[in-house]
């Protein structure tokens, strides 16, 4: 999806101020709202209930030029942070939001609510700066912003710094202080990965609530619609060094939702060292999150590494009631990547916790073949085993937390460091696995029990070695595929009949 390019690109203009010459570079122009109507904790849900008893209907679009714009040009356009909502008051935070156009044809309700009224934001051109020539194009009743982003003082001192921004479809994201934008979550996923195409639910309207002074929690509402379902969904977003985002959702089912995905998360993963033979690049890797981290209800903690395959792979991981899971940035240093621009070492991971019975179901990974980086080809979300009934209402509730490495450490069992693939001289390939230098450590690498299954070809019961950079235990051994086209191994150390490590799980194609 390409949204990550034009995300990545109003990210940086937005955070700057009047550019010298810029027209529309008016600061007396802030945002505005319009006449004020009650609100309360069952707004949102009554809207949504209303919409999923009829018909869906998709909301009108903003005049045709708006949506013909080029992405130069859609860049010349962006928001004046001097107009931003609250601007020269004593609350804590700052509302901006993002221009119509291009990959987002249709506007989005905000509202900003305080003292039990929720009041409309206008729509205003001058609120916008522009870069160049922006072309003089025609307004309709249907103009509206495409999205908000918040920001507050996370230095102590004195700037407003950008953390979370709500924009397309039902897409979110945030940052930990100091992070660079990465991954993304959604509010729902729903066919992805499946032949028939995917569903993209819209956030179609926003209720951002005042923040009191002093407070790091600003509590955004949202009203999702797809054909298929409707929804209200409550974030209370507390900013930080681990962002944290408690999610209370509602779903309204118009059909049988038996395609859903709950909680998704969508990132990006081009290559590392089980692909380099695929790609001509200075860099050593390229990816927002190496590796899906599960935290299963049987109790065991899972390490899938990533990889970009050259057809679409769909993974199930069944569970019941699970833990925790999320896509995680576990390469924190530099000289991973080598690169002086994206910043992947300063990219977040995502670590949801689940809240309540979830059941029965899978945690799914999709895998989707890309060779640019500029594509989300990494989607992984919960999907319960019972379809949600057409007609029926499903509550969600869960924690997002966003940081350099917001998964528990459950117990003291060494996390995978690095997966590396590579051929033979003799034929076949090695897989190394790198592990953490962890609390258990120093002990007797010949006391360690190496377990390797592979479901086809052959592997070596694997040799285990002190790796001298992290002192943690590397593991090696040789994969024959024969005639394999596939195969799924399972790898963990074990000391005293007890898990050591991790259990490493990993799918390789033969293309």
Known sequence: MLRREVLQSL????ASAAAPGAAFARSDAPLTTGAAAPFNAQTVLTRARALAATDYVPRPAIPQDWQNLSYDDYRKLFFDVRNAYWN??????????????????RAVEINIVADGQAAPLIFDLDVFQQ????????????MGYSGLRLRADLLDNGK???YAVFQGASYFRAIGTGETYGLSARGLALGTGEPEGEEFPDFTAFWVETPTQGDDTVTVHALMDSPSCSGAFRFDITHGTELTMEVDATLFARTDLTKVGIAPLTSMFLFDAKMRDRFSDFRPAVHDSDGLLIHNGAGEQ??????????LQVSYFGDQNPKGFGLMQRKREFSDFADLEALYHNRPSVWITPHGDWGAGHVMLVEIPADLEIYDNIVSFWRPSTPIAAGSEHQMRYNLTWAAD????????LRVLNTAIGARMEGGLVMVIDFEDGPTMPFDLEDVEILVRGSHGKTTPG?????????????????????????????QLRLGGKPLSEVWLYRWTLA
């Open 11 to 14: 990210a940086a203009l937005a």
């Open 463 to 491: 040799i285990l070695q002190r790796n001298p950079e992290t002192n943690g235990p590397r593991l090696a051994f040789t994969f024959q595929p024969e005639d394999a086209r596939y195969a799924e191994f399972r790898v």
């Open 131 to 142: 870069r160049g020539t922006f072309p003089d194009l025609p307004q309709n009743d249907h």
């Open 88 to 105: 020269g008051t004593d609350v804590p935070q700052r509302l901006d939001v993002f221009a119509p156009g291009l990959y987002f044809p």
């Open 160 to 162: 407003m710094t950008e």
């Open 406 to 413: 917001p998964a528990p450490r459950d117990g003291d069992l």
């Open 302 to 311: 899972i390490w899938r590494p990533l990889s970009n395959h050259t057809t």
